[in-house]
T-cell receptor, first 112, second 108 residues
Framework: DTGVSQDPRHKITKRGQNVTFRCDPISEHNRLYWYRQTLGQGPEFLTYFQNEAQLEKSRLLSDRFSAERPKGSFSTLEIQRTEQGDSAMYLC??????????FGPGTRLTVL | KNEVEQSPQNLTAQEGEFITINCSYSVGISALHWLQQHPGGGIVSLFMLSSGKKKHGRLIATINIQEKHSSLHITASHPRDSAVYICAVPHSNYQLIWGAGTKLIIKP
């Protein structure tokens, strides 16, 4: 499968724990995006990378959130000291420049 | 007024019917995306188009840049087409402005 992959697909954690998600984009894509989607809502932009550079972060991304793309390929999104309000689907997408974005299956986070 | 508006919000139809979902936008764009999301699932990109028409299987997308309007059509609809269909337009160099989505239910 040469599409965007995300791991894990589901994560259940207790409030206060740290979690890390991984996204592997389509290999020739230089851009990688993270979105968050809560039930019944559309996706909200969190951050994006052009190669290894994080070029934009949404105000939604509090200090507890950090994203990296160290080698310009896969990316990780870490949430520290999780809160119940962090429960959502975390979506990753990739594109070549500003062309069509292709989405991964998402990681569903549940914070108890 | 939202920058991207979709209609209808909800659509229920019988299997085999021809489906049309509309999207209007107020910003200048270079292209428009149509995406599909199944319940509890990830998002699948269906089309990205900047002019005219694109067809993929039973799905057809059209866009009129002058009128700032796009439509997504499904021919010979099937229950497996039941999903939320979203149109989105680029904002700045990287973000997408998302429509609210159209929830489609196809009954057998």
């Amino acid at each position: 499968d040469t599409g965007v992959s995300q791991d894990p697909r589901h994560k259940i954690t207790k409030r206060g724990q740290n979690v890390t998600f991984r996204c592997d984009p389509i290999s020739e894509h230089n851009r990688l995006y993270w979105y968050r989607q809560t039930l019944g809502q559309g996706p909200e932009f969190l951050t994006y990378f052009q190669n290894e550079a994080q070029l934009e972060k949404s105000r939604l991304l509090s200090d507890r959130f950090s994203a990296e793309r160290p080698k310009g390929s896969f990316s990780t999104l870490e949430i520290q000291r999780t809160e119940q309000g962090d429960s959502a689907m975390y979506l990753c997408a990739s594109s070549f420049n500003h062309n069509e974005q292709f989405f991964g299956p998402g990681t569903r986070l549940t914070v108890l | 007024k939202n920058e991207v508006e979709q209609s209808p919000q909800n659509l229920t139809a019988q299997e085999g019917e021809f489906i049309t979902i509309n999207c209007s936008y107020s910003v200048g764009i270079s292209a428009l995306h149509w995406l599909q999301q199944h319940p509890g699932g990830g998002i699948v990109s269906l089309f990205m188009l900047s002019s005219g028409k694109k067809k993929h299987g039973r799905l057809i997308a059209t866009i009129n840049i002058q009128e700032k309007h796009s439509s997504l059509h499904i021919t010979a609809s099937h229950p497996r087409d039941s999903a939320v269909y979203i149109c989105a337009v680029p904002h700045s160099n990287y973000q997408l402005i998302w429509g609210a989505g159209t929830k489609l239910i196809i009954k057998p």
